[in-house]
């Protein structure tokens, strides 16, 4: 009866017409975005986060969520139609995608990747829904011992899974921690790392750092090159995909949903790996494997269907335990705060409307999703016309009004333009951004629980392996670390991410 | 020999921690079940400087592990730092629309892509808009022009 209730509560606050609007704003932008190749859905949250202050805490998180799926959805009909794909995580979708475009069958491509992914929203909203309240349970008998480790397990994960090598990414995680360690220490008052400006003193904000490492790094990236994009002109006939398209898709959409909702939960996996991992179990399984990359339908359903289904079940370890699996979620945990929440498990019950009122929009949007872009889809990919010499002043534009409008200190300025420098360095040296993002976020908490667990062990570090759960958290990280430097999965995990 | 990604971010972490642990150890450092507020950079800067001079030497044993460091392309990374910059030193004596205007058309030096007329456009365009969200949707308190 709990869920129930529950869910009539979420539902009430998700139908809220203000909320609905927000909700449908999201994913319109998400889906413009994700059509548009060089803005992300990171780049546009960042730019959107000091937007939301003025909203209800719901109305934004809402937003930014509708933003994160649309885009995955805006990703994949460009990948269909233009054999582009908008978002990395809608690489393996033009493979088999563009191909059945090819065959004339783009509409029943583009309706099998509405239906696929609906159905594994539906699925992960549902287990957010059966395992959010167990897991915040659990969660608030940890710790600070067990939080310690549980996000040092989180860090490690993330610099693990990222593209490069896995050094880079912990040495980048543990820079994030130190820069989110900047301004006022609030068990003694000292400043620390402030370099004597005002500014720095309450810490730097959280948009400012990953607006410069994520939109302004991207944009220069971007502008190295020369822009060349070709435009799908035939027309789109037939949406519907007929009754043995259908019949072939049912079952690798339940599979690829079981897969990107395993990949969802795992702190630092991602949507681009649960992807290749659907794609890669479809051809293993089928009979005849030759048809894939020939315009497969399991090959755009099960994909489809994974994506979605990371992107929303990625939301229960941001919600129930406070500890972000990607960038995208690091972001939507930095709105969190910016709305004076602190994240953790206390959310859900201190918190009850904004916890489901996201996961009940979640589940509208979806729908919206389906209902609004497939008659849509010409304006999409019209979109597509629009060149980044026009964009980028755009973005710019948002983004430094955005970051002067936090304060009204033009040393948050000077910031974007520094992280921004900072961005592109790490990008020329093969540094990812997202551990930085991420230990940048959990940076306070970590030093603040570590701390905790030091005094009340009397400064005793083995109290880290002397309690069960963190003893738990650091061996399956330890595992994680051998297993990704064992050379053949190594090359498996390059070759997989590469291929995106 | 080049010079790989890995050497070049090796040598950068290892300098960034030993920096940061010159810093940390200014303040003060207590002990394990007291620290104070030096203790845990200065642990954390370690161990960056640590394992920077890891990723450094294991670029140098294997050199071909890792690829040389790709060309920076100054001139979008100029015009665009430039350009945000210039908007953060226009915003307060200027106001919003000298400073779009600024930030639009130093941008736009990032590639010789499109003409000017273009950029008038583009920067009144954006300008009206930015105008009517920020200051007339979410009443943000910036001035418009020089007073």
């Known amino acids: 009866m709990d869920i129930l209730s529950n ?83 809608s690489v393996v979708t033009c493979i088999d995608g563009y191909q059945m475009a090819r065959k004339g069958r783009a509409g029943a491509a583009l309706a099998l990747c509405a239906i696929g992914s609906f159905v594994a929203g539906c699925f992960g909203t549902a287990l957010i829904v059966v395992a959010g309240p167990p897991l915040t349970k659990i969660a608030l008998e940890f710790g600070p011992v067990e939080y310690f480790s549980l996000m040092l397990m989180a860090l490690v994960f993330t610099s693990a899974l990222v593209h490069g090598s896995m050094a880079k990414g912990v040495l980048m995680a543990l820079f994030g921690i130190l820069v989110g360690l900047a301004g006022v220490d609030i068990n003694t008052g000292v400043r620390r790392f402030t370099f004597g400006s005002s500014g720095l003193v309450e810490g730097i904000e959280f948009a400012v ?61 991602g949507q681009t790996i649960a992807t290749f991992a659907a794609y890669m179990l479809e051809k293993r399984i089928a009979k005849d494997p030759s048809r894939f990359g020939q315009g497969a339908v399991e090959g755009v359903a099960a994909p489809e269907a994974a994506n979605n289904a990371s992107a929303q079940t990625s939301f229960i370890p941001t919600l129930t335990l406070g500890i972000p699996g990607s960038a995208t979620m690091a972001l939507v945990l930095g709105a969190l705060m910016i709305q004076g929440i602190v994240p953790g498990p206390q959310v859900i019950t201190s918190h009850p409307s904004l916890f489901w009122g996201l996961i009940a929009s979640m589940w509208i949007g979806n729908l919206l999703l389906v209902v609004l872009n497939l008659p849509l889809v010409g304006v999409w990919t019209s979109m597509l016309r629009i060149p980044y010499r026009v964009l980028f002043p755009g973005i710019l534009v948002l983004c430094c009004i955005g970051v002067f409008s936090l304060k009204f200190n033009e040393v948050d300025i000077w910031l974007v333009a520094l992280f921004g420098l900072a961005g592109y360095i790490f990008v020329k040296l093969d540094c990812e951004p997202a551990p930085f993002i991420l230990g940048f976020v959990l940076g306070p908490m970590i030093e603040e629980n570590f701390r905790r667990a030091m005094l009340m062990s009397r400064g005793d570090p083995s109290v880290f392996f002397t309690s069960p759960i963190s003893l738990g958290f650091l061996v399956f990280m330890f595992l994680i670390m051998l297993v990704l430097t064992i050379p053949s999965l190594r090359s498996q995990k390059e070759r997989a991410i590469l291929e995106a | 020999m080049h010079i790989s990604k890995d050497l070049a971010s090796g040598v950068l972490f290892t300098l960034l921690g030993l920096g940061g642990l010159i810093i940390s150890t200014s303040y003060r450092m207590g002990t394990l079940a007291q620290m104070g507020p030096g203790m845990f950079p200065a642990m954390l800067n370690v161990a960056i400087a640590a394992g920077g001079a890891f990723v450094a030497v294991r670029s140098l044993m294997a050199s071909d592990a890792s690829a040389p460091i790709e060309r920076f392309h100054f001139r979008p990374l100029i015009a665009v730092l430039a350009a945000i910059v210039s908007f953060g030193l226009a915003i307060r004596p200027l106001g919003l629309i000298p400073a779009i205007f600024l930030l639009v058309g130093i941008s736009r030096l990032a590639n010789s892509d499109g003409g000017w007329l273009e950029t008038v456009v583009m920067s009144l365009i954006l300008a009206a808009v930015c105008v009517g969200i920020f200051i007339y949707g979410l009443g943000l308190n910036i001035e418009l022009g020089p007073i």
Request: glycine share 14%.
């Open chain 1, 7 to 89: 869910l009539a509560l979420g539902f009430s606050v998700a139908a809220d017409p203000w909320n609905l609007l927000y909700c449908l704003i999201g994913v319109t932008l998400g889906t413009f975005i994700g059509v548009l190749p060089g803005v992300g859905p990171v780049v546009t949250i960042a730019m959107l986060l000091p937007l939301t202050f003025g909203l209800p805490s719901e109305g934004a998180l809402i937003m930014l969520a509708g933003i994160y799926y649309g885009a995955a959805y805006g990703g994949s009909t460009t990948a269909i139609l233009v054999n582009l794909p908008g978002e990395s995580s």
């Open chain 1, 209 to 269: 750092a990953a607006m410069g490492l994520f939109a302004i790094a991207e944009i220069v990236k971007n502008l190295e090159t020369v822009e060349k994009r070709e435009v799908f002109t035939g027309r789109i006939s037939g949406l519907m995909p007929n009754r043995d398209e259908m019949r072939q898709a049912v079952k690798p959409i339940m599979r690829g949903t079981l897969v990107g909702s395993f990949f969802g939960v795992l702190p630092g996996a």
